[in-house]
C-alpha cells in the first residue's frame, strides 16, 4: 500500500466508554462521600500534655476532657457515643468552653448530656457566642437546665480547686456577645488576686483569639475553643481560616504560651460555622484530653 493509499484510508474512530467513566464517577464517589462525612463527624480523642512550671505541686498529673463547640450535634442517642469515650478518658474535671447550642430547639439534646457528664466528673460550662445570640432568656434557660443536671456554669466568677494539699482558682468568663455591662476579664483576674492572691488561675473562656487579653489580664492558663481549627487544617501551615474570615488566623489547635501565660484551644466537636456551614478538612471534631504537669 501506497503512502497516497494509506492517506485516502479511513480513519479508526476511538471507541467512547462512557459507561467505564461512570463507573469510575461511582468508585470515586463511594469513597469520597464516607471520608468526607468522617473528616465532619469522624471524632477524634487526642491528648496533650502542658507544661506549667507555676502549677501547684498537688495538680501535677490533673487530666481534663474538654468540649467546645458542639452546636447541639448528638454524638449517638442521648450523646451515648460521646460519653462512652469521655468516660474511656477518666479525666477529673470536665470543661465544656462555649457553642454548646445554636437553636432554640437544642435545649432538649442538654439534660442527658449534662447528667452524663456530671456523673463522670465535676462539670463546668461557659458560654459561647452562639448561645447569647439567642437571646439573654435562651442563655438563662440553657444555664438553669445544666445547674439543674449537675454541670456548673462558671458566668464572670471563679472557684477555688483543692487536690493533693493544694489550691487553684479555676475561672470562667461569659462570652462578650453577651450583655454589655457584665464583668470583663481584667475586672474578674483583680477579684481573684484581691481575694485569693497568689493562687495559680485557670481560666475558661469561648474565644481563642482573645489570647492577648487574658494573657494581659494574668491568667495562668486558659482553655477556649471557638475557633474550629481553622476549619481547614494545613500540614505546617495550621488553620487555614478563622471565624472572623481572615486566613492563617492565630491559635486555632492545641498549647500556645504568650509571656507567662498558657492557653490550649479545642478544634472542636461540632462543624455548624460561617461562611462555610457543615464544612471541615483534615481537621476532625476533637475530644480533648489535656494533662496539666509541671
Avoid at 432538649?108 to 452562639?130: D, E, K, S, W
Wanted: charged content about 20%; glycine content about 12%; hydrophobic content about 40%.
Amino acid at each position: 500500500m501506497t503512502a497516497t493509499d494509506r492517506e485516502g484510508a479511513p480513519r479508526r474512530r476511538r471507541k467512547r466508554r462512557p459507561l467505564r467513566w461512570l463507573a469510575v464517577l461511582l468508585v470515586l464517589a463511594a469513597v469520597s462521600v464516607p471520608w468526607y462525612h468522617w473528616q465532619c463527624w469522624g471524632l477524634q480523642v487526642t491528648h496533650t500534655q502542658v507544661e506549667l512550671p507555676a502549677l501547684p505541686e498537688g495538680f501535677d498529673g490533673l487530666r481534663i476532657v474538654q468540649l467546645s463547640d458542639l452546636h447541639g450535634h448528638e454524638y449517638g442517642e442521648g450523646s451515648g457515643e460521646l460519653l462512652r469515650l469521655v468516660a474511656e478518658q477518666e479525666p477529673e474535671l470536665i470543661v465544656v468552653t462555649g457553642d454548646l447550642i445554636d437553636q432554640k430547639d437544642q435545649l432538649r439534646m442538654v439534660p442527658a448530656l449534662a447528667r452524663g457528664l456530671a456523673g463522670i466528673a465535676p462539670t463546668y460550662y461557659v458560654t459561647g457566642n452562639h448561645e447569647w445570640a439567642l437571646g439573654t432568656a435562651a442563655v438563662k434557660e440553657l444555664k438553669g437546665v445544666l445547674d439543674q443536671c449537675g454541670a456548673v456554669p462558671l458566668s464572670n466568677r471563679y472557684e477555688v480547686l483543692e487536690r493533693g494539699g493544694s489550691r487553684l482558682v479555676l475561672a470562667g468568663v461569659d462570652d462578650p456577645n453577651g450583655y454589655a455591662d457584665q464583668t470583663t476579664p481584667e475586672e474578674l483576674s483583680a477579684q481573684i488576686g484581691d481575694a485569693e492572691p497568689g493562687l495559680f488561675t485557670l481560666l475558661l473562656a469561648h474565644r481563642n483569639d482573645h489570647f492577648e487579653q487574658y494573657a494581659q489580664a494574668g491568667y495562668d492558663l486558659v482553655m477556649a475553643g471557638h475557633g474550629h481549627g481553622g476549619i481547614v487544617r494545613l500540614p505546617v501551615v495550621g488553620g487555614l481560616l478563622g471565624t472572623d474570615r481572615r486566613f492563617f488566623p492565630p491559635w486555632t489547635s492545641g498549647s500556645y504560651t504568650l509571656g507567662e501565660s498558657a492557653m490550649f484551644v479545642s478544634r472542636g466537636l461540632g462543624n455548624n460555622t460561617t461562611p462555610f456551614k457543615g464544612f471541615r478538612l483534615f481537621n476532625r471534631p476533637e475530644l480533648a484530653v489535656v494533662t496539666l504537669t509541671r
